[in-house]
């Protein structure tokens, strides 16, 4: 079946239809972290949306090229850089590496390239050269090198592709030099920024002067790099469309690299927003979770992968505790099916049966329908148990539903629940209880116990010592 998607481009849902000749080779860009602090549970739902968009594809056959950019020269990075008197690569490190610890306790597959924009200048100045050449960029009287988009539309191309931006308002020539603005206030951008005071070290030379490269520059030079000009699919949060995105297509397609009236891109698609207990996360509501947070609790990447997944991408999702107990229950009745079925299966193997990947594949092929997808595998969990508790279940049987199960479980990647593992930190708790009781300290003993069990853990005796186990 053909997969089809809500393409931001177009604003309907389109087949896909991938830019290969022969159908197989597909391009795909998401917009990757600003590695400025620890990411959040809102980046960490576009990231895991696409993750879901590229094991989907994968599925249906396509090789899939994924591409994510680290955004490791920006505003914001470059005002923390100058609070903590660190280099920008000391400062940037260590949070790219948190960044992608996070990403693989998610399950999400690694991108096969993840360009840092500090090792790409030369590609950023390369593409604004083209655009200066095009009379589309030029310095201002601040020394920096903004995009025009007066002379760009008068070239005839559309300025609002993903956006209806209202033009009558905008004064010709008004600039705007931060990486973020705000909406609909279209205005020339940055394409390179003159060195400031404020920056210290972080700059680099160009022919228009020391400087550094704008937000938005980056995109469209790695991509294009790693991609080529014109690719498949382009991915992110919706707060990215404008002007992050709208300013990528504005500088790709304005640099004219396309070939034969290709667009930069052929679908944009777009993940919705995530509300945390039904508010906009932010750090002073106390609803801001980082993902460590939630780990530090008690919950797995795997309940937190699942609690993401329940909502359609273009839905916007309220993300709650409750939620994410939830998403601990479903994962539970699912294990213990998969428990059942694997003892009735027994050594036996089968190919897998046809429904479940059947209903699962076509609930994703209409614009990634998760919630027909869920339905699929509860339906299925349904039927399993009441096979096996009116003993109906065969072993050849069991092993086919297995086997469908492992085949749609490479897209939801929920691993297996022995995988499951318990978070360091709580380890490191029950290592000191134990200390603790050897010690005959049993009232620090109790305290820790309490502490691991109001996390969600009980600590269980077993021949092989003591270990944790989920409430
Ligand atoms: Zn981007």
């Known amino acids: 079946m053909a997969l089809r998607l809500f393409n931001t481009l177009s604003r309907s849902t389109q087949e896909f239809v991938p830019l290969d000749p022969a159908g197989r080779r597909v391009g795909l860009y998401c917009c990757g972290p600003t590695v400025h602090d620890f990411a959040h549970i809102g980046n960490f739902r576009t990231f895991v949306f696409a993750d879901l968009v590229r094991r989907h594809l994968q599925f249906k056959g396509f090789d899939v090229r994924h591409v994510m950019n680290i955004t490791d020269v920006e505003d914001k990075i470059i005002r923390r850089v100058a609070e903590t008197k660190m280099s920008l690569k000391e400062y940037t490190r260590q949070y790219e590496a948190a960044f992608f610890e996070d990403f693989q306790a998610l399950s999400c597959l690694s991108p096969h390239q993840t360009p840092h924009a500090t090792e790409h200048i030369a590609d950023i100045i390369g593409l604004i050269q083209k655009l200066a050449d095009r009379g589309l960029a030029y310095r201002a009287a601040d020394g920096s090198v903004y995009f025009s988009i007066e002379k760009y539309r008068a070239g005839g191309a559309r300025y609002g592709q993903l956006v209806n931006l209202n033009f009558d308002e905008m004064r010709p020539g008004e600039r705007v030099a931060s990486d973020e603005y705000a ?46 000009s014109s690719f498949d699919l382009h991915l992110g949060g919706e707060d990215l469309i404008f002007p992050h995105h709208e300013d990528e297509i504005a500088q790709s397609e304005g640099a004219g690299a396309q070939e034969g009236g290709r667009p930069f891109v052929k679908y944009w698609m777009h993940g919705a927003y995530l509300l945390v207990e039904g508010k906009k996360m932010s750090k002073s509501l106390g609803n801001f979770f980082t993902l460590r947070d939630l780990l530090r609790q008690g919950f797995t990447g795997r309940e937190i992968r699942c609690a993401l997944l329940t909502a359609h991408y273009r839905e916007s999702f309220n993300f709650t505790l409750d939620g994410l107990r939830g998403a601990r229950a479903a994962l539970a009745r699912l294990d213990e099916c998969l428990a059942k079925l694997r003892e009735k299966a027994g050594g036996a193997t089968s190919a897998p049966e046809g429904e479940l ?30 096979l096996m508790g009116s003993g109906e279940a065969t072993p050849a049987r069991a092993a086919a539903a297995l086997a469908a199960w492992e085949k749609i479980n490479s897209v939801l990647a929920l691993g297996r629940a022995e995988d499951s593992e318990v978070p360091a930190e709580l380890q490191a708790l029950l290592e000191d209880r ?10 620090r003993a109790d305290v820790l116990r309490d502490e691991l069990k109001t996390r969600g853990w009980v600590i269980e005796d077993t021949p092989k010592g003591a270990r944790l186990k989920k409430v």
Do not use: T, Y
Not at 218 to 228: D, F, P, Q, R, V
Not at 434 to 443: G, I, M, S, T, V
């Open 183 to 228: 909406k609909e206030s279209a205005a020339d951008f940055a394409l390179w920024k003159a060195r400031a005071a404020a920056d210290g070290a972080v700059f680099w030379p160009s022919p228009w002067g020391e400087g550094r490269p704008g937000w938005h520059i980056e995109c469209s030079a790695m991509s294009m790099k790693m991609l080529g």
């Open 357 to 386: 990947v059947g209903k699962f594949s076509a609930a994703l092929d209409e614009d990634f329908n998760i919630s027909g997808a869920w339905g699929a595998v509860f339906d299925w969990v349904r039927e399993n148990n009441r």
């Open 434 to 443: 134990q200390a603790a009781r050897k010690a005959r300290d049993f009232k």
